[in-house]
């Protein structure tokens, strides 16, 4: 009794479509992901003897700054509706899950380079990880929030049910920027150093430590082209019952958050050729 070996040959070619998910794969490897995240968890917090404090330690700490500015310089920051540290450090937490995960999105490759190259695992996990495990810090830095909310007595209303939605709207902004941008710095690492720098700018062209009615009404419409300004606006409807519901700039930004996560995992995808060549 014979056995004839055929070698085939496998070819391995971008996936076609104007995006691909395996759905199915990544829920097959739903233990590996999760195993990720709590260690990736588990990493942030081990070291520290103060563990939890540094989560919110620096908004509150450029909450401070940014009050005594406003009430020492005459700067006029006022924001209607909700008071100024309301709106202050609802901002500032948002904004910093939203750079550290798009940073942490962006070096997941690099992160996880020798495990690539040891073992076969859907390459959209390592994105994953610090997207989801940031949520942990998000979470935690957003109690001083809560006490702040409840001893000002400015409670969120039925728009509260949303902001699961807008939450998930600026994880698939992450997603889309990150992973085009782990693309992007396989081949060039200025790729890298013009996301820090973008992500740098950001903080002072987006609605986090001043209202957009202090831009002049010609630059506005310029100035919402960005997406975290509509992401920003909509996040703090959700918590403040009298903060009005910017729907059609949160509606761009939705827009635009699809359009990046399309773009940047077809990107990732294809480069998920060059893995091995380039880490």
């Not at 992160?111 to 989801?132: E, G, N, Q, T």
């Not at 109690?143 to 709207?169: A, C, D, E, F, R």
């Not at 703090?236 to 930004?253: A, E, I, T, V």
Request: charged fraction near 15%.
């Amino acid at each position: 009794m014979s056995n004839n070996i055929h070698d085939k040959e496998i070819v391995i070619e971008p996936p076609s479509g104007l995006v691909h998910l395996n759905l199915r794969e990544l829920y097959e490897f739903r233990h590996m992901l999760w195993s990720m995240i709590w260690k990736s968890i588990r990493i942030q917090f081990s070291e520290l003897y103060l563990k939890f404090f540094w989560t919110f330690a620096r908004p509150l700490a450029m909450l401070g700054v940014f009050i005594f500015i406003k009430n020492y310089s005459g700067a006029n920051m006022h924001v209607s509706n909700i008071s100024y540290s309301l709106y202050l450090y609802s901002g500032l937490i948002i904004w910093f899950y939203f750079v550290e995960s798009t940073n942490a999105t962006a070096k997941s490759v690099e992160k996880d380079a020798a495990l690539m190259k040891k073992i076969y695992f859907p390459r959209l996990i390592s994105p994953l990880v610090p997207l989801v495990s940031n949520l942990y810090s998000f979470g935690i830095s957003a109690i001083p929030l809560v006490v702040m909310i409840i001893w000002q007595g400015t409670y969120p209303g039925w728009k509260l049910l949303l902001l699961p939605l807008v939450i998930l709207q600026c994880m698939i902004l992450i997603l889309g920027t990150g992973t085009m941008f782990a693309s992007f710095s396989l081949f060039s690492k200025d790729a890298e150093r013009f996301l820090k720098l973008v992500l740098y700018l950001g903080l002072f062209v987006s609605p986090v430590i001043y209202s957009p009615d202090k831009i002049h009404a010609k630059s506005q419409l310029v100035y919402f082209l960005n997406p975290m300004a509509g992401t920003l606006l909509a996040f703090r409807s959700c918590l403040f019952n009298d903060f009005p519901f910017p729907f059609w700039q949160w509606m761009y930004s939705l827009a635009f958050s699809l359009v990046f996560i399309i773009a940047g995992i077809r990107m990732y995808r294809r480069a998920d050729m060059h893995f091995a060549d380039k880490l």
